[in-house]
């Protein structure tokens, strides 16, 4: 059996997110269909992580094993061959028969992009969220060190289909605006549901002047989602690497 290892690239907006659905297509079922024409049967693919209805992925990872032997290197171009425009494998590999691009990632980096203006723009609306107040960057960045290490993010953590276990690890954050573009990037070893659209939706009440300064850490530990700011929009949200 050989494993292969895809590197996938999506805009998410037709998507009701990565993983298989009853109701609705998923990004998932897609890139199983396109094996299987290229493949010639079913195969199951497993991905880094699940993204939601809406959210994009630069660099997604997933995985899957079959018997059927075609040169890595004409994999992206048959698969791509077959999906819809706005999927694409960027890298195929074959790899170990025990990786698995779950279990084995070590962390995974998203960025949010906020497009800070009061003017609509047409080429930005579909993959950013347009904030039109003024917003004091400066102290959205400080605040959001106080996210950073090993801490409990139930204050961010939105409802879910079952509980689960709230504590993560923020190796990296970091709040950027170049022009009216502001980005916000989280790299962590696993997240909560809606975890960084509830603290970039958190970030921007503190910039406009919502909440004041010191509101970040206050929030973090109440473990009090009411207490945190709006889930900002889906469709600004990215995921950009897998690390393992």
Do not use: C
Request: charged content about 30%; cysteine-free; overall charge positive.
């Amino acid at each position: 059996m050989r494993n292969i290892k895809l590197t996938i690239s999506y805009d998410g907006t037709g998507y009701k997110g990565w993983q298989l659905q009853k109701n609705g297509n998923t990004v998932q079922e897609e890139i199983e269909k396109a094996i299987s024409k290229v493949f010639g049967r079913h195969h199951r693919i497993h991905g880094a992580g699940r993204t939601d209805s809406g959210v994009h992925a630069k660099a997604q990872v997933a995985h899957f094993k079959t018997p059927v032997d075609i040169p890595r290197n004409k994999i992206p171009a048959a698969l791509n061959s077959v999906l819809p425009e706005d999927i694409s494998i960027t890298r195929a590999e074959y790899v170990d028969g025990d990786f698995h691009s779950r279990f084995d990632a070590v962390s995974k980096l998203y960025r949010y992009f906020i497009f800070n203006s009061r003017n609509r723009d047409p080429f930005r609306e579909r993959h950013s969220w347009r904030v039109p107040y003024t917003l004091d960057v400066p102290l959205m960045r400080r605040e959001a060190r106080s996210l950073l290490g090993r801490h409990d993010f139930k204050s961010f953590q939105a409802k879910d289909k079952r509980e689960r276990h709230s504590v993560r690890n923020v190796s990296h954050i970091a709040v950027k605006k170049r022009g009216t573009t502001v980005t916000v990037d989280i790299e962590a070893d696993g997240f909560l549901y809606n975890m960084v659209r509830n603290i970039v939706g958190t970030l921007v009440d503190i910039g406009r002047g919502y909440l004041s300064g010191g509101s970040m850490n206050q929030i973090l530990q109440e473990k009090d989602r009411t207490k945190a700011g709006p889930t900002a929009p889906a469709k600004g949200l990215f995921l950009i690497e897998v690390r393992y």
